[in-house]
């Protein structure tokens, strides 16, 4: 696929989850995408306007972001630059910068374990089983299931909190969706229902039977929400406008790579990076049954999330080509132009295809059993920077597949 940047208006980047080692990869990927001419348009307003006074092709003006991905998303979006982003990694470590700031670079605070993990305190203490002194300590009639669900009402081990306060007040200086000179849309699932969420610039709160849209919560709200993985953190809670508590979790559980936000908002060209990929057998490594339970658990979500991935690349493609084979039948019958545009623009909208969007999907190759064995929260500076390199090699050779 050649991508014609020069007729593209809008430009979108899609970042997925997967913990810091996702974070690291968009890193990576970003840093290939400038490489190859992207500017990541960012800031208030007024920033926007006076440091991009005009659109130019290969300038993001459209971010969408879930769990990890909402991270890097809302700190694009919010104009930090990516020297600014790779260096407050690097700094949280204990690194020296190893790229330089002008004086005028909008600083990033670090982002430490302790801004990531805070201790669900008082739910662990108020969470033991209460039931341990009774004759019965649950329904026999259950089994384990019964005992753990009586008798473990923990919600995570770990809150956002912290990381919301350290976003709201160290990180976003304007932290309404609304002030905001780009388009930021982040990603999280509602607990309480089955519905994706979407947390972004929206005239007003609405649902439907599948998404909620939400114009209430501020970016570090959304970020917190997005990135609150059960059963690691707990979910976290938002009030709404009538003073109710809403609950989400991480944006990853439900949907797993939003394109269609993009989409539905105008974008023409979708860049999207995610870092989940299984792990294919080679002789180095050798079968994942002998490296125990957590690493084949990691490998059966893997291919849970990958298979929804593909799922949805094949679908697309699938209506593209579709519609291509109607298109052409349409023209070769002479069909006139009038009955031609119609038939097309109620394929168009019955099956959610917009013709001239193209799509790029940048993921690590499955033989980097690097990336696949590296831990999800470590800030290892060591890992982190291998990790950031495989997603600009990822992205670059990606990049040049689709003649950018």
Do not use: W
């Amino acid at each position: 696929m050649n991508v014609a940047i020069k007729d593209k208006k809008k430009i979108a980047l899609v970042l997925s989850g997967g913990g810091i080692k996702a974070a690291a990869f968009h890193i990576g990927v970003c840093l290939a995408l400038r490489q190859k001419g992207f500017t990541f348009v960012g800031g208030n307003k007024e920033e926007v306007k006076e440091n991009y006074p005009q659109i130019n092709p290969r300038q993001i003006r459209l971010y969408v972001g879930s769990s990890a991905g909402a991270y890097v998303a809302s700190v694009l979006a919010a104009g930090y630059n990516l020297e600014t982003l790779v260096n407050s990694f690097k700094v949280s470590l204990g690194q020296r910068p190893s790229y330089k700031e002008s004086s005028t670079t909008k600083k990033l605070k670090p982002l430490t374990y302790r801004n990531i993990f805070s201790l669900n305190g008082r739910a662990i203490l108020f969470s033991f089983p209460t039931n341990l002194f009774k004759k019965r300590l649950f329904n026999p009639e259950g089994g384990i299931e019964s005992l753990i669900k009586e008798n473990f009402k923990l919600s995570g081990f770990f809150t956002t909190k912290k990381m919301e306060k350290f976003l709201r007040e160290k990180v976003f200086t304007q932290n309404e969706f609304s002030q905001l000179g780009v388009e930021l849309f982040l990603v999280g699932t509602q607990l309480d229902h089955t519905r994706k969420v979407l947390f972004g610039p929206f005239k007003e709160t609405s649902k439907t039977d599948n998404v909620y849209f939400v114009n209430y919560a501020k970016i570090s709200e959304g970020v917190a929400a997005s990135t609150s993985l059960p059963p690691v953190f707990s979910p976290y809670g938002i009030k709404a406008p009538d003073g109710k508590t809403i609950y989400f979790i991480d944006g990853e559980v439900r949907d797993t790579l939003s394109t269609h936000v993009a989409e539905d908002h105008g974008a023409d060209l979708v860049i999207s990076s995610y870092s989940v990929q299984p792990y294919h057998y080679n002789d180095q490594i050798g079968s994942l049954n002998q490296y125990g339970m957590p690493v084949i658990l990691n490998q059966a979500l893997y291919q849970v999330i990958q298979q929804k991935i593909d799922r949805h690349i094949r679908h697309q493609e699938e209506i593209k080509s579709a519609y291509r084979l109607i298109e052409a039948y349409l023209n070769q019958n002479n069909i006139p132009a009038e009955h031609r545009e119609k038939i097309l623009q109620i394929l168009q909208s019955k099956v959610k295809f917009k013709p001239n969007t193209d799509s790029i999907f940048i993921h690590p190759p499955p033989q980097n059993h690097e990336m696949f064995f590296a831990d999800h929260f470590s800030l290892n500076p060591r890992m982190l920077e291998k990790i950031v390199k495989i997603g600009y090699r990822s992205a670059y050779l990606r990049l040049k597949e689709a003649g950018l």
